[in-house]
């Protein structure tokens, strides 16, 4: 299935011809009716005589409504470009057609109607050669002529067998799994609820689909599909449709909303677009100028910057950054148009290279227009690797939408970037499930591992007995989600940048190194806990004999060993302890805290605090006030 558009000056017969070649009368509003003049978009439907079905959008041509004409030109395969015989090329015309350049419109058909009111062959055959001279240059100045009259009939068959050839050259439409329906009409009916139509872009749609309404993010369901007033239960891409929509409110819904699956086009506020200014346009395009921008059926108000220059003149081409005062969802490769709010003019358009930049540009970066332009060249490793560029460590099954492929595609060029060097892959952890593959760009793993690097030295001499940064405060403060906090160690660790030890990460090469006079404390510290054995001075008057960093210096290097909050052993007399109470519970079988208590001659103080230690550690078991050996023991 195929769109096929018309264009042209205002009475110079579109609607009269769409409702010659198929019956149906486009103008549907009573103001068109009654004005006879085509004010907003029309639609119809053709299948031709070898089965070929197309359905046709009938625009706007007065000057007036030039807005309502963009909206139906960005589905369009093909354009009947209507020009009346008896007056020829008009100043609509004229902006139609350049309207069309921009939009990459390029399969057409001049249409000359009212060729009943030209007697003159002669006649005939200028208006042609002055249309081609408008059309000179732009991609349908090849474009076969066919004159009609759609008041007589005569020319109409022509014009039927010469769409049927056309529409053979047109490829179909991708199908790349993303699909999207740019709304241009929106009503309620009876019974039904909400409808919108469009034309389907990419991807398909079948009835029962949930969906949501982009940018807005409003969610429904499919209720039910229409293609020509024919029920279908899935639509493919290039289909114009009527989606009825459940759950969604008629009011909730406008025109350049875009139907799709939820979070496959996330909404932007900002674009890079290669732009050509028309030659014919009366100002250059400046540098953050006020415009107003048509992309799909969308329309937005922005400011232009204009990258690495500041304007771009008539018939010259250059690449800027759009910044929308609201969102939009557009694509790479979508076609847009500018224009200029006031006086309205049609000012220029071109061609989507980021969808989603992540940023503004430096306006003067020269590597910002190479990058764009290979973009916009369609390299899918470039598209990627643009997508995860910035972004940190980021799973795949995050990028494909700002990359615009599928997830097995972008797996598979995920891979191929990181055999590359481009890319750095990660490892997520167990149970990760497809879409889990983790990656960042170069640039980036390079500037989260120096500032990890920076971080870790600062912290190092501000607390310079101490292994490391706790984990837990290391990941808050580099603001990564647990998964990826837990990649990022591992990937550090392998490139021995780091180590983790007791819950704390530091630099590999870095040792904790007391001072002289800490060296001092540490040493009468230890002579006295060592002294005291099995009955030594509390935590608390420790921390205040040699302070804190010290004491934690202690417990990290195992010269004490904590086990309680109140109570701490040297390292030897803990060692004692927990193998003498084993080897107590092997000959005993069992051994109360009395027992215990007296086998080391200690105090219950003490010797509680140690069995509830064991206890957690699975080396003692308590029943009542008895102690058995655990699971955990290492003796039998």
């Not at 009368?25 to 639609?43: A, C, H, K, S, Y």
């Not at 067998?161 to 490829?171: F, G, N, Q, Y």
Request: charged share 25%; proline share 5%; with cysteine.
């Amino acid at each position: 299935m195929h769109v096929v558009g018309t264009a042209g000056h205002v009475d110079h017969g579109k609607s009269t011809l769409v409702q010659a070649l198929t019956g149906i009368n486009p103008d549907r509003l009573r103001e068109e009716v009654e004005r006879q003049m085509t004010i907003d978009l029309g639609f119809a439907w053709l299948t031709l005589a070898d089965g070929q079905s197309l359905g046709i959008v009938d625009v706007p041509g007065h000057r007036d409504f030039i807005e309502n004409m963009l909206a139906g030109v960005g589905g369009m395969d093909a354009v009947l470009l209507v020009v009346a015989a008896d007056e020829g090329v008009m100043p609509q015309t004229r902006e139609h057609v350049a309207i069309l350049d921009l939009l990459g419109v390029e399969q057409g058909i001049i249409v000359l109607t009212k060729s009943d009111l030209v007697e003159d062959a002669d006649w005939l055959r200028l208006v042609e050669a002055d249309v081609r001279s408008v059309l000179a240059g732009s991609g349908l100045e090849n474009a076969p002529a066919v004159a009609v009259s759609a008041r007589t009939g005569e020319g109409l068959d022509g014009l039927v067998r010469a769409l049927s050839a056309l529409l053979k050259e047109i490829p179909a439409r991708q199908d790349r799994g993303r699909p999207r329906l740019p709304v241009d009409r929106v009503f309620s009916m009876a019974g039904f609820g909400t409808v919108v139509t469009g034309t389907l872009l990419d991807g398909s749609l079948g009835t029962g689909e949930e969906v949501e309404l982009a940018p807005s993010g409003v969610a429904g369901r499919i209720r039910g599909l229409q293609t020509h007033k024919q029920r279908i239960e899935r639509a493919f891409p290039g289909s114009r449709l009527a989606v009825n929509l459940s759950g969604v409110d008629v009011g909730a819904v406008h025109r350049g909303d875009v139907v799709c699956h939820a979070g496959s086009y996330p909404p932007t506020r900002l674009l890079d677009a290669k732009v050509r200014c028309l030659k014919d346009a009366s100002t250059p395009i400046s540098h953050n100028q006020e415009v107003k921008l048509f992309v799909g059926t969308a329309q937005r108000l922005g400011r232009i910057r204009v990258l690495h220059q500041d304007r771009v003149r008539p018939g010259e081409e250059a690449w800027v950054q759009l910044v929308l005062r609201e969102p939009v969802v557009a694509a790479r490769g979508d076609r847009l148009v500018l224009r200029r709010p006031s006086p309205a003019e049609t000012l220029g358009g071109g061609t989507i290279g980021e969808a989603h930049p992540r940023r503004l540009h430096r306006r003067r970066d020269a590597e910002v227009p190479r990058v764009l332009d290979r973009l916009l060249r369609g390299d899918p490793q470039d598209g990627l690797l643009e997508a995860a560029r910035g972004r940190g460590p980021v799973f795949l099954r995050d990028l494909v939408g700002a990359a615009e492929m599928d997830l097995e595609h972008a797996t598979e060029l995920g891979q191929a970037l990181v055999d590359s060097g481009r890319l750095r892959e990660l490892r997520p952890g167990t149970g990760s499930a497809s879409g889990d593959n983790l990656v960042v760009d170069a640039a980036g793993w390079q500037e989260l591992t120096e500032r990890t690097r920076r971080m870790l030295r600062e912290y190092h001499a501000a607390f310079p007995l101490r292994p490391g940064v706790p984990r837990e405060e290391l990941k808050s403060k580099l603001g990564l989600e647990a998964r990826v906090f837990a990649a990022c160690l591992g990937a550090w660790a392998d490139d021995g940048f780091l180590s983790e030890s007791a819950g704390a990460v530091g630099l590999t090469e870095y040792r904790p190194t007391p001072t002289s006079d800490e060296q001092a404390a540490i040493d009468r510290t230890l002579r006295r806990v060592n002294a005291a054995r099995f009955a030594p001075p509390s935590a608390r008057d420790l921390v205040d004999q040699v302070g804190e960093e010290v004491f934690a210096f202690l417990i990290a290097s195992g010269a004490l060993v904590p086990v309680s909050a109140e109570v701490v052993f040297g390292a030897d007399a803990y060692a004692a302890l927990v193998e003498g109470v084993q080897d107590l519970l092997a000959r005993e079988g069992q051994a109360t805290v009395a027992k215990i208590r007296d086998e080391f001659d200690t105090s219950r103080k003490y010797i509680l605090a140690l069995l509830e230690h064991l206890d957690a550690l699975g080396i003692t078991v308590r029943a009542g006030d008895l102690r058995m050996l655990g699971p955990r023991s290492g003796k039998s």
